[in-house]
């Protein structure tokens, strides 16, 4: 639930740092495990530096933890046009099995009704066009996801500007990625290896899971002033009934929610706003945009990576942690030389109340 006129007047420029472009990981560390960790207690305005590995002495038995398990399909694919001009094609979402909503990069942008080749082997056809996005239809036997996995590659981070390695191939991928859909991980659930998550639930920690499939609209920057004129990007979210009874189970028992990643929080909140402030079972679209005055309803802890200036992602975080919180994290982190966004260092965040 927003509160507008907090978010009114708050500007792009509220959420704008220094980040030095050798702070953004280009790379995983060796281990999924072996990242540092800055953990915020909000309420009491303190900041400790630690590591991941130390996380579960920030748990104990009955807390929920809430993981995303989208699992990261090979979105980008290259082919021509029939007029034999070159193009990449960035699947956004999958539609059904045979069609996808999709972002074109090409000189000349495609026609509906035109015909494409992608990979060589994949004809497809432009069904339509609205503002940047396009439906195709793959027009073969195989399905969409069989196709992007045996054609396509893996859609690494625009901030990552190389090719895609054989240690991406894992390492840009969850432990317990198990629901196709996503175009970009839910990085903050990087961090977590079989051990780990074993070690927690022997704690007596309860580990479940929503899906929010993740779309290529996650790195598109806010171009607007006013942040409340940001419209954005649509997901597929799903929050199923034994997540919600978890979380109520908790509630009543003392217990506390972390969120692990914004994609997990996002989705949370998605369905207390569908249950009017009640978290119900859900699954459908959601736009929500989380900022400062936002009230959240679900999660009191929150796991995450550093993100970029400007990003609706540091504005999530802002409305978690409280803006000048977050402020002052975020420099210490820069003084402190944290890896910034998804091969980066984590996060723990205590919710300002």
């Known amino acids: 639930m927003q509160s507008a006129g907090i978010m009114y007047r708050m500007k792009i420029q509220d959420f704008d740092f220094s980040l030095p472009p050798e702070l953004i990981a280009q790379f995983p560390i060796r281990q999924r495990t072996g990242s540092r960790m800055l953990y915020l207690d909000s309420g009491r305005d303190a900041l400790r530096d630690a590591m991941f590995v130390d996380l579960p002495q920030y748990l104990r038995s009955g807390d929920v933890m809430v993981f995303n398990d989208t699992r990261v399909i090979k979105a980008r694919l290259f082919g021509v046009k029939d007029s034999g001009g070159k193009l990449e094609v960035m699947v956004e979402r999958v539609l059904d099995e045979h069609c996808v909503l999709a972002m074109i990069r090409a000189n000349h942008p495609p026609r509906p009704s035109s015909r494409l080749i992608l990979a060589g082997v994949i004809p497809v056809t432009v069904l339509e066009r609205e503002h940047d996005f396009y439906t195709l239809r793959f027009d073969h036997e195989d399905t969409v996801v069989e196709l992007l996995d045996r054609h396509g590659s893996l859609p690494l981070p625009p901030y990552m500007p190389r090719e895609v390695t054989q240690v991406d191939e894992i390492r ?41 499939h993740i779309g290529a609209g ?22 199923p009934e034994e997540t919600v009874e978890a979380i109520r189970l908790a509630k009543t028992s003392g217990g506390r929610v972390l969120a692990v990643g914004t994609t997990s929080l996002r989705a949370l909140e998605a369905a207390a706003e569908a249950g009017g402030g009640d978290l119900i079972p859900s699954y459908g679209n959601t736009d929500i945009f989380v900022t400062p005055g936002y009230r959240l309803c679900v999660v009191e802890r929150l796991l995450t990576n550093f993100h970029l200036p400007r990003s609706t992602l540091l504005m999530l975080v802002s409305a978690f942690g409280g803006p000048e919180n977050i402020c002052r994290a975020y420099q210490h982190a820069v003084d402190g030389c944290y890896r910034f966004l998804s091969y980066g260092d984590a996060m723990l965040i205590e919710r300002e109340t």
């Open 172 to 212: 840009y991928q969850t432990v317990y990625a198990r629901e196709n859909g996503a175009v970009a991980a839910p990085t903050a659930g990087l961090h977590f290896d079989e051990v780990m998550l074993s070690r927690l639930r022997r704690m007596g920690v309860v580990i479940t899971y929503v899906t929010l």
């Open 218 to 239: 996650t790195f598109q920057p806010v171009k607007v002033e006013n942040i409340i004129d940001h419209k954005m990007h649509r997901e597929i979210f799903h929050v």
